[in-house]
């Protein structure tokens, strides 16, 4: 059982340059979650969705887009890679709210140069 | 409006010590608590989760919490720390008709002989 699988797991960008983390999930589970995590800043939430074509904005959604096409698959889309991007990132998701607890994925690190 | 707050970024024990990390949450409505544990470029794995079934809950590794409602807190605890224990751990929160989950900023657990 895969569970959260995220690629790529390192990525080098340049300022400026474009890409898309990839998250896919094989739980059927409706709720997915994008954190990035910075060293003693917790892990905060960048965007979430509840279901295939319905996503929302977390706390720190500026330069990134997400979308939700298939239950299994949630991308997420940095267009104009800045400094300030330079994370960790974990995809999530769970199959409900409320008590249901989240599964990660193993994290992507992201440098952006 | 949920929030967790983690006291101590940073705690170091003996080894065959008592392990005690603090969770205190802010919620407006009865929360859903969760412990996760990170172990070095590793994902996020779920240690023990309060559902409002139990207030004392079991986790893996030997690891338990207890919900405190009238201190609103959820501390983790383990009798007697072992060298493996030694990872960043993470306390989240989740309202009953919350699709996020709120984490807190972390503590990293040091182990020594």
């Known amino acids: 059982n895969a569970g959260v699988t995220q690629t790529p797991k390192f990525r080098i960008l340049k300022i400026g340059q474009s890409m898309t983390l990839q998250c896919t999930q094989d739980m059927n589970h409706n709720y997915m979650y994008w954190y990035r995590q910075d060293p003693g800043m917790g892990l905060k939430l960048i965007y979430y969705?509840?279901?295939?074509?319905?996503?929302d904005k977390g706390e720190v959604p500026n330069g990134y887009n997400v979308s939700r096409s298939t239950t299994e698959d949630f991308p997420l889309r940095l267009e104009l890679a800045a400094p300030s991007q330079t994370s960790v990132y974990f995809c999530?998701?769970?199959?409900?709210?409320?008590?249901?607890?989240?599964?990660f994925g193993q994290g992507t690190r992201l440098t952006v140069v | 409006a949920q929030s967790v707050t983690q006291l101590g970024s940073h705690v170091s024990v003996s080894e065959g010590a008592l392990v005690l990390l603090r969770c205190n949450y802010s919620?407006?409505?009865?929360?859903?608590l969760f412990w996760y544990v990170q172990y070095p470029n590793q994902g996020l794995q779920l240690l023990l989760k309060?559902?409002?079934?139990?207030?004392l809950v079991k986790g893996i590794n030997g690891f338990e919490a207890e919900f405190k409602k009238s201190e609103t807190s959820f501390h983790l605890t383990k009798p007697s720390a072992h060298m493996s224990d030694a990872a960043e751990y993470f306390c989240a929160v989740r309202t009953g008709t919350a699709s996020k989950l709120t984490f807190g900023t972390g503590t990293r657990l040091q182990v020594t002989l």
């Open positions: 919620s407006s409505v009865p929360p859903y």
């Open positions: 969705s509840v279901g295939a074509g319905i996503t």
């Open positions: 309060y559902t409002s079934a139990a207030t």
């Open positions: 999530a998701s769970s199959m409900d709210r409320g008590q249901t607890e989240a599964f």
